[in-house]
C-alpha cells in the first residue's frame, strides 16, 4: 500500500490530472496524435503535461501523473525533457552514429522520454531531479525531432522497476506509434535485457 507516497513532494498539485497508463499514447488519451509530423505530434501530447521546472536544469520539462492500477494503487511519473541543441552536452549523437543515421546527426532538438523506475516513492520527490544519464529509468528514449529515436533503456521489475517488462513494451509501443516515431534504434537494449525481440522489432520497423 505504500506504493504511492508524494507527501514530501511539494511540486505536486490537487487536482492534477491523472492518466491511464493502459491507454496513454492511444488516440485520444489524452491527445488526438493526428499530426502530420512527429513534432507536430510531440506538440499535442505536450498541452496535456504538468510544466515542470528544475528536474533537469535549464531544460523544459513536462511530467505525465499516470495510474497504473487501482488496488493496490499504483502511480508512475512520465517526464518528457526537452533538449535544444544549445544545451547538448554533444553536437552529434553518438546514437545516430552508432547506428549509421549520418544524415540527421545534428538536429535542433532532443525530447526524452523517462519513467523513472520509483517515481511515486519518496526519495524520488526528495531529489526530483532527472538523471538523463543516469541507468535508473524504467524506459529511457530519446527523439530527435524529425522522428528518429533511440531506445536507450527499458528495466522491468527484474531490475527493480514498478513494472514488468512486457507492459514498459507495451506502452512504448504506443508511445511510438501515437507520436508518429519514424525509426527507433534498439541498440543492444535487447541482448542486455532478454527482451522479447519479437516485440522490440515490431516496434522497430514502424
Ligand atoms: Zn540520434
Ligand atoms: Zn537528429
Ligand atoms: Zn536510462
Redo the contacts with the bound molecule.
Keep these: 500500500m505504500s506504493q504511492l507516497d508524494l507527501s514530501g513532494c511539494k511540486k505536486r498539485k490537487r487536482g492534477e490530472r491523472v492518466f491511464k497508463f493502459k491507454v496513454f499514447g492511444e488516440r485520444g488519451y489524452p491527445a488526438e496524435f493526428n499530426g502530420s509530423t512527429f513534432q507536430e505530434n510531440v506538440r499535442a501530447l505536450l498541452e496535456y503535461g504538468q510544466v515542470e521546472s528544475g528536474v533537469c536544469g535549464a531544460m523544459a520539462s513536462w511530467s505525465f501523473q499516470l495510474e497504473v492500477r487501482r488496488h493496490p494503487l499504483l502511480h508512475l511519473f512520465l517526464f518528457v525533457v526537452e533538449e535544444p541543441i544549445e544545451l547538448s552536452l554533444e553536437l552529434r549523437c553518438k546514437h545516430c552514429q552508432y547506428i549509421g543515421w549520418g544524415h540527421h546527426m545534428i538536429c535542433n532538438k532532443k525530447y526524452h522520454f ?1 519513467l523513472p523506475s520509483k517515481s511515486g516513492s519518496a526519495e524520488y520527490c526528495k531529489s526530483n531531479v532527472i ?7 524504467s ?2 528514449a530519446v527523439f530527435h525531432s524529425n522522428g528518429f529515436g533511440h531506445l ?2 527499458i ?1 522491468g521489475s527484474e531490475s527493480g522497476s514498478d513494472l514488468p517488462g512486457y507492459q514498459i513494451m507495451e506502452f512504448w509501443d504506443r508511445l511510438c506509434s501515437g507520436l508518429g516515431a519514424r525509426k527507433v534504434s534498439l541498440k543492444d537494449v535487447a541482448k542486455k535485457k532478454g527482451m522479447d525481440l519479437r516485440l522490440l522489432h515490431a516496434v522497430a520497423l514502424r
Design positions: 523517462l538523471e538523463l544519464q543516469g541507468e535508473g529509468h524506459l529511457h536507450l533503456c528495466n
